[in-house]
């Protein structure tokens, strides 16, 4: 399987800090990665998918990039509406997802 | 507006069979490149995929519950289900539904159900 490892596991920021959120694959996924937000007692919402495709509706602060191994979630500049946990997916093989990034307030 | 919702027993004995259904509306499970999922969270831990099926009878399922899992859609009444045999306390979580748009470049779960929240339990 391939295994999806994010960094870090908390990140204190504050609104309007610009935001880096990391997930390593342990093996090429090529551009096969999605990154979700999900808030405490909500399902998981889309965010990004192929790399870099912004879901529908998704503000433009958000974008994703990378290939291979090493995919970067960037949030431009943190609302308050932004801190949750966020996850990365693989789908190239069997689809799994990393362990969560939780962006809090510092 | 596309919804999902999961519907099933909130408490399972060990050994017996989980089983939850998710009604869908605002789409038909019918159409398009649309498959249908079912996903899980452990309490206070991540997700795992459980498995997802496609109109045209195309099921894929997790390798670790392969042997226990069946997933289906009842297309009359624009719904899917996910049957997991032997439960045990290892399959407690909150099961979601959801819509994932697949082609050969993407993968795209879009939708979700609320949740549903499963305890095996005697």
């Known amino acids: 399987e391939i295994v999806m490892t994010q960094s870090p596991a908390t990140l204190s920021v504050s609104p309007g800090e610009r935001v880096t959120l990391s997930c390593r694959a342990s093996?090429?996924?090529?551009?096969?990665v999605a990154w979700y937000q999900q808030k405490a007692g909500l399902p998981p919402r889309l965010l990004i998918y192929?790399?870099?495709t912004r879901a529908t509706g998704v503000p433009a602060r958000f974008s994703g990039s990378g290939s291979g191994t090493e995919f970067t979630l960037t949030i431009s500049s943190l609302q308050s509406e932004d801190f949750a946990v966020y996850y990365c997916?693989?789908?190239?093989?069997?689809?799994?997802f990393g362990g969560g990034t939780k962006v809090e307030v510092k | 507006q596309v919804q999902l919702q999961e519907s099933g027993p909130g408490l399972v004995k060990p050994s017996q069979t989980l089983s939850l259904t998710c009604a869908v509306s605002?789409?038909?499970?019918?159409?398009?490149?649309?498959?249908w999922s079912w996903i899980r969270q452990h309490p206070e831990k991540g997700l795992e995929w459980i498995g997802y099926?496609?109109?045209?009878?195309?099921?894929f399922y997790s390798p670790s519950l392969k042997s226990r899992l069946s997933i289906s859609l009842d297309t009359t009444k624009n719904q899917f289900s996910l049957n997991l045999t032997s439960a045990t306390a290892a399959d407690t979580a909150m099961y979601y539904c959801?819509?994932?748009?697949?082609?050969?470049?993407?993968?795209?779960?879009?939708?979700w159900g609320q949740g549903t929240l499963v305890t095996v339990s005697s």
């Open positions: 959801a819509r994932t748009f697949i082609d050969v470049y993407n993968f795209a779960t879009d939708t």
């Open positions: 605002g789409a038909s499970i019918s159409n398009g490149n649309y498959y």
């Open positions: 099926i496609h109109h045209s009878g195309s099921s």
């Open positions: 093996e090429s996924v090529v551009s096969n």
């Open positions: 192929a790399s870099s």
């Open positions: 997916q693989q789908y190239h093989k069997w689809p799994l």
